[in-house]
């Protein structure tokens, strides 16, 4: 399989842990972006990355949140004492830049519960 | 601040109708307008507009896009259970900016 994939698929975390999540972009694509996604509501920009540079971050994006990508490939996006508030599912897409293109391939996402 | 519009929030049809959904977006540095079809995880792409009033098709599905008035359509002929899904669009600039989206549902 080819596509994005992120770890785990589902997470249940009790309020005020720390939890991690990986994404693994489609290999040729250069661009990574994070998104968290409410019931009824579409997926929320919160950061993305052009191979290891966090080029945007979302000015809504809590100091306990961080993301990195350190060799331009895989990413992980960090939810420090989580509170219940962050319970989303957390999506990952990643893209090619230049040319216009901004078609996006998302992951299947990782849902997070804090309970 | 950059926002995406989407209409109606929710529509209910029957089989073989055509429906109509909208997306009104208002954006600095507009480049393109992309819709997408979520079923029950993550988006799957289905159009990418740059150019106003060029039709892009695939199967029952078009979409078009109108840079003067700052909307896009996306209609789907013959709608099938299938088609029963959240349809989104989005605007990129910095960020992608993603509408509510419209959660069509589609009854045999």
């Known amino acids: 399989d080819t596509g994005v994939s992120q770890d785990p698929r589902h997470k249940i975390t009790k309020r005020g842990q720390n939890v991690t999540f990986r994404c693994d972009p489609i290999?040729?694509?250069?661009?990574l972006y994070w998104y968290r996604q409410t019931l009824g509501q579409g997926p929320e920009f919160l950061t993305y990355?052009?191979?290891?540079?966090?080029?945007?971050k979302s000015r809504l994006l809590s100091d306990r949140f961080s993301a990195e990508r350190p060799k331009g490939s895989f990413s992980t996006l960090e939810i420090q004492r989580t509170e219940q508030g962050d319970s989303a599912m957390y999506l990952c897409?990643?893209?090619?830049?230049?040319?216009?293109?901004?078609?996006?391939?998302f992951g299947p996402g990782t849902r997070l519960t804090v309970t | 601040e950059d926002k995406v519009v989407q209409s109606p929030l929710s529509l209910v049809v029957h089989e073989g109708d055509t429906v109509t959904l909208n997306c009104s977006y208002e954006?600095?540095?507009?480049?393109?307008l992309l819709w997408y079809k979520q079923e029950k995880k993550a988006p799957t792409f289905l159009f990418m507009l740059?150019?106003?009033?060029i039709e892009k098709k695939s199967g029952r599905l078009s979409s078009i896009l109108d840079k003067k008035e700052l909307f896009s359509i996306l209609n789907i002929t013959a709608t099938q259970t299938g088609d029963s899904a959240v349809y989104l669009c989005?605007?990129?600039?910095?960020?992608?900016?993603f509408g509510a989206g419209t959660r069509l549902t589609v009854k045999p």
């Open positions: 740059t150019s106003s009033g």
């Open positions: 290999s040729e694509h250069n661009r």
């Open positions: 954006v600095t540095n507009f480049r393109s």
């Open positions: 990355f052009q191979n290891e540079a966090q080029l945007e």
């Open positions: 989005a605007v990129p600039n910095n960020d992608m900016r």
């Open positions: 897409a990643s893209s090619l830049s230049g040319g216009g293109s901004y078609e996006q391939y």
